[in-house]
């Protein structure tokens, strides 16, 4: 079996999947409502999977969530391999907004959030963003570890932004892609390829492993 990682856009086949590595992830779940939303409707937004094709799909957490999911599945449905990373982004006016970024805990510490972060901030530099920004839960230091690596700073606080147990915010951002910003982003591609033997179905960029 190949372990060579797909990071391609998310499709409404994926959402079975996608919720089940979300509620392994977040304590206030989206619902597979909001995914149909973000994928087919919703012209700001940016949803992206990375899959390991020849892989079977992740079995659902529970027997419920194959029923909630059930309006999505479709006559046609394309075989989807499975999904380990997920991640979604919305541009408006020069502003990358990061939305959402999971890794199935199976999957975790494997530069699989990293890839994602980087094919995120990517396509925001491809629809024009001049920045990148997002909110982070102020006790999650694993993910404020990810974005600080890429080189996000914190830039304010939205008090009692989460509402199950509201806990404050940092809003962390990227104030300014500029080209010194983009030199670095190469470097972390070309550490990260180093890592990862994935294919963006984006740019066609690849990497392989060192034998
Ligand atoms: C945050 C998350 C996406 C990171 O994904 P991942 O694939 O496990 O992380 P990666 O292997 O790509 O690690 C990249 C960087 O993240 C940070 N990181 C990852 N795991 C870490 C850990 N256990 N402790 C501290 N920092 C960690 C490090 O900076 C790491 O780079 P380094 O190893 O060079 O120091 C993943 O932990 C996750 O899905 N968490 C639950 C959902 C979530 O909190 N999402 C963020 C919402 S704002």
Redesign the pocket.
């Known amino acids: 079996m190949s372990d060579e990682y797909l990071l391609r856009p998310m499709t409404i086949d994926d959402i079975g999947q996608v919720i089940t590595?979300e509620r392994l992830?977040?304590s206030m779940p989206w619902s597979p409502l909001t995914y149909f939303y973000e994928i087919q409707q919703n012209r700001s937004a940016y949803m992206a999977v990375i899959e390991l094709p020849d892989a079977p799909p992740i079995p659902p957490i529970m027997e419920s969530s194959r029923f909630q999911i059930f309006p999505f599945r479709r006559r046609n449905q394309k075989p989807v391999g499975r999904l380990t990373?997920y991640g979604g982004m919305w541009v408006k006016h020069g502003e990358a907004h990061?939305s959402?970024?999971?890794?199935?805990?199976d999957?975790?510490?494997?530069?699989?959030?990293?890839?994602?972060?980087y094919g995120l901030i990517q396509r925001g530099i491809e629809c024009e963003a001049d920045h990148v920004m997002?909110?982070?839960?102020i006790s999650?230091?694993?993910?404020q570890?990810?974005?600080?690596?890429y080189g996000f700073e914190k830039t304010g606080i939205r008090p009692m932004y989460y509402h199950d147990n509201n806990e404050d915010a940092y809003v962390m951002a990227v104030p300014t892609i500029d080209a010194d910003y983009r030199r670095k982003l190469d470097t972390y591609l070309t550490a990260l390829q180093q890592k990862v033997f994935f294919q963006d179905h984006f740019t066609g960029q690849n990497s392989f492993k060192e034998e």
């Open positions: 590595i992830s977040f990373a990061i959402t970024i999971a890794a199935h805990p999957y975790r510490g494997q530069r699989l959030g990293e890839l994602m972060l997002l909110e982070v839960r999650n230091t694993v993910a570890n990810l974005y600080h690596k």
